[in-house]
């Protein structure tokens, strides 16, 4: 299968009734970790006793570090905490976890869109731009929607899909730089160079 261009990638950025403790008592030996974890059973962050935080199943967590059997995570608010690995799945392992939870709610548009992200990072493009579709048409019409969908486009060589969606993403709002950075790409592979050095214009203006 085609792989997408390193700043398509780089752009991406991404997700059950069991109660986990989240452990605070923080283990040994560190090292630098830079990719999500998906939550695989639902837990909670408890300081002193009581309960700052919880995490459904398929929340998507951000990794902070990385330790032996542990991660130090960012919960989708802003909570940071201990938890052991094996309440965790790696991104590109997540699709079963959203495909359950599709299950038991087939109308979830953002639970397409994680599962779209999951199946973007086990390499399969095309199932995640029909589950970005999907999402879309439940009625999920955001930015960040539109240039994730434009990215599976443009990896799979539908540019001008993928101009569609970026631009669309613009209309709706998106201020980033990424989408300028993702549409510049599109443009540069179409030579288009002039639409091109004007988006990066752009993305250089904003800093």
């Known amino acids: 299968m085609s792989r997408e261009p390193s ?3 780089n752009s991406v950025a991404l997700l059950l009734l069991i109660s986990v403790t989240w452990s605070w008592q923080q283990p040994l030996v560190a090292q630098v970790y830079d990719e999500p974890v998906v939550a ?9 006793d009581e ?6 199943k398929g929340d998507l967590l951000t990794v902070l570090e990385e330790r032996e059997d542990a991660y130090l995570v960012s919960t989708p608010n802003q909570k940071q905490g201990w938890i052991q690995k094996v ?3 790696k991104l590109n392992e997540s699709v079963e976890i959203y495909t359950e939870l599709l299950a038991e709610d087939p109308t979830a548009p953002q639970l397409y869109t994680l599962r779209g992200s999951a199946w ?3 390499g399969d493009e095309s ?10 048409q439940l009625g999920l019409k955001q930015p960040h929607v539109y240039i994730s969908r ?7 060589g539908e540019f001008t899909k993928a101009l569609d969606d970026y631009n669309e993403a613009i209309a709706l709002g998106a201020k980033g730089a990424d989408v300028y950075i993702n549409r510049a790409v599109v443009y540069m592979s179409q030579e ?13 203006a904003s800093d």
């Open 40 to 48: 695989r059973v639902a837990m909670r962050f408890r300081l002193n």
């Open 87 to 89: 309440n965790t799945v």
């Open 192 to 204: 288009l160079h002039d639409e091109a050095i004007a988006d990066f214009r752009r993305v250089l």
């Open 150 to 156: 434009g990215m599976f486009y443009a990896a799979l």
């Open 51 to 56: 309960v700052i935080d919880a995490i459904a």
């Open 7 to 9: 700043t398509l990638r």
């Open 120 to 122: 973007w990072a086990r």
């Open 127 to 136: 199932k995640a731009l029909a589950d970005y579709d999907r999402a879309i």
